[in-house]
């Protein structure tokens, strides 16, 4: 993030294309998304964020507190109907985070704990459920060029609960996550592109098993960028 930028906008629109032209439609996002404003502080750090519904309505507000002796940042949200949830988050000197423990209204939720080989690359993250006193596990497998080309999600019990695929292009950008579940079934697949100075330029949704009646289902979205921006600001 730039320095000078103090202030992110983003509001979504259906796109019409209309002579080759892309121009705004209705007012609309997918279901688990929401238009936000974001403000960062005089060296860049995000230090509050709100999140809108369709309507306009707030919905939430996220606040983000900086602690760098302890390595720690604390992000407090607090929802429009009502509640209050609390994420804190623990780093290692070389800025991995390790820990991870969620509040809600006050009582501790969870914890997860993650490891890190020792060039800094994730390989294992371990959530514990405090309610039901349960805990599952992802696992992460790299290539040799340090890309992570397969995640493993696994069950209280050790059971497989899912896994995902990853595929790189020759300079590293991420160019398609595919997700089965425990059965080995495809359930979602996406796509990206990205131009001569890694920008990325198109995110495709190639597959969804949630979304096989939507409008949304294999429909791209293009991103365009300033020429006097080349690293996609």
């Known amino acids: 993030m730039k320095k000078n930028i103090k202030q992110i906008t983003e509001v979504s629109w259906t796109a019409i294309i209309n002579n080759g032209n892309i121009l705004k439609g209705e007012k609309k996002r997918l279901d688990y998304e929401h ?8 060296i860049g750090k995000l230090t509050e964020a709100k999140f809108y519904g369709a309507d306009g309505t707030l919905l939430y507000k996220t606040f983000y507190e900086y602690y760098e002796l302890e390595n720690k940042i604390e992000e407090i949200t607090i929802h429009s109907s009502g509640g209050e949830n609390r994420l804190i988050k623990t780093y290692n000197q070389k800025g991995d ?7 809600v209204d006050g009582d501790l939720n969870y914890i997860t704990h993650k490891a890190y080989l020792e060039n800094g690359q994730k390989v294992e993250s371990v959530y514990h459920n405090i309610s ?5 596990k992802t696992v992460w497998i790299n290539d040799e060029n340090h890309n992570n080309i397969e995640m493993l ?3 209280y019990d050790g059971s497989l609960d899912f896994k995902r695929l990853s595929k790189y292009d020759e300079r590293g950008n991420g160019i398609e996550w595919a997700h089965y579940n425990q059965d080995g079934k495809l359930e979602s697949r ?3 592109k ?4 890694n920008n990325e330029i198109e995110w495709i949704t190639d597959y969804d098993s949630d979304l096989n009646d939507s409008e949304y289902l294999k429909k791209s979205w ?7 921006d080349v690293i996609g600001n």
């Open 194 to 197: 990205f131009d001569s100075m």
């Open 153 to 155: 999600g696994f069950n």
């Open 222 to 228: 293009i991103y365009k960028y300033d020429e006097n």
């Open 190 to 192: 996406y796509k990206r």
């Open 97 to 103: 985070e390790v820990e991870e423990a969620f509040y």
């Open 35 to 42: 238009d936000f404003i974001k403000e960062y502080n005089s």
């Open 132 to 136: 039901n006193n349960q805990k599952s």
